[in-house]
């Protein structure tokens, strides 16, 4: 008994110094940063907006393994209550190691405060992350 209690000890110990070992999971799939407002150029726009000004909600986002990926890259508009207003997506793929930034449009009536969250996961079905949400506040004026 005592040496299987041993033998386990040792490969919990090995499992949890040697992370590099293994495949990348969760939220390492991919990359996601720069979240930031574009114009329909692709040039940046400021945080804050006028109603009916229609921007792009990108991000940049990046493939970091040595595999092709299957994603959906998933834009949700909150309000200033927290209600979600708009919830648009994109299905796509990139190839190991490749870097794009994606882009939804919104555009909105209403002067106010809001939060655009911004996902990206392997597919709407199984809802599985490759990268950890990110955000980004839009004042409308």
């Known amino acids: ?7 386990f000890g040792i ?9 590099h070992a293994f495949a990348l999971d969760g939220t390492s799939r991919a990359e996601l940063k720069n979240v930031r407002l574009v114009n329909a150029f692709g040039e940046a726009s400021a945080q804050n ?13 990046t493939n970091m393994q040595g595999q092709n990926q299957d994603f959906v890259y998933i834009v949700q508009v909150l309000d200033q209550n927290k209600v979600p207003v708009q919830l ?4 796509a793929s990139f190839k190991a190691q490749q870097t794009f930034s994606p882009a939804l449009s919104w555009v909105t009536d ?18 599985g992350a490759l990268a950890a949400r990110s955000e980004i506040k839009i004042t409308v004026s």
């Open 88 to 91: 648009t997506w994109i299905k």
């Open 49 to 61: 907006i006028n109603t009916n000004q229609q921007v792009q909600i990108s991000a940049d986002i």
């Open 1 to 7: 008994m005592l040496e299987k209690i041993l033998i």
């Open 110 to 127: 209403r002067p106010g405060t809001y939060t655009a969250q911004i996902f990206l996961w392997d597919s709407i079905q199984n809802a």
């Open 11 to 19: 490969c919990v110990l090995v499992l949890i110094t040697t992370p």
